[in-house]
């Protein structure tokens, strides 16, 4: 089984930056598309930003040029670079992978376990 295992988050003032990582281990696997995705309390988990294996992005719209995407696939590692943050972004921030396993030869969404990250006005 892949573990995603997301780093970074914390408390930061409104306008400050935060970058998360999230890196994938295990054995056996490669990895498709990334993403992170967010859920502020009472909310529905939504999608922030998405990397394709090839390095195309896509952002919701309330973080486009505030955040960024990036991938290093050497280290099967995604990060976001959340900058000009609001207290709106508060929220808990999952990492998501599209997983091949190469021992069962199927694909599968994994998640990670949730980082907090908080942003105070």
């Known amino acids: 089984q892949v573990q995603l295992v997301e780093s970074g988050g914390g408390l930061v003032q409104a306008g400050g930056s935060l970058r998360l990582s999230c890196a994938a281990s295990?054995?056996?696997?490669?990895?498709?598309?990334m993403g992170w995705y967010r859920q502020a309390p009472g909310k529905q988990r939504e999608l922030v930003a998405a990397?394709?294996?090839?390095?195309?992005?896509n952002y919701a719209t309330p973080v486009k040029g505030r955040f960024t995407i990036s991938r290093d696939n050497a280290k099967n590692t995604v990060y976001l670079l959340m900058n000009s943050l609001k207290p709106e972004d508060t929220a808990v921030y999952y990492c998501?992978?599209?997983?091949?396993?190469?021992?069962?030869?199927?694909?599968?969404?994994?998640w990670g376990q949730g980082i907090q990250v908080t942003v105070s006005s």
């Open positions: 998501n992978a599209d997983i091949w396993n190469s021992d069962t030869e199927g694909w599968y969404a994994g």
């Open positions: 990397i394709t294996g090839g390095g195309s992005t």
């Open positions: 295990g054995s056996a696997f490669s990895i498709a598309a």
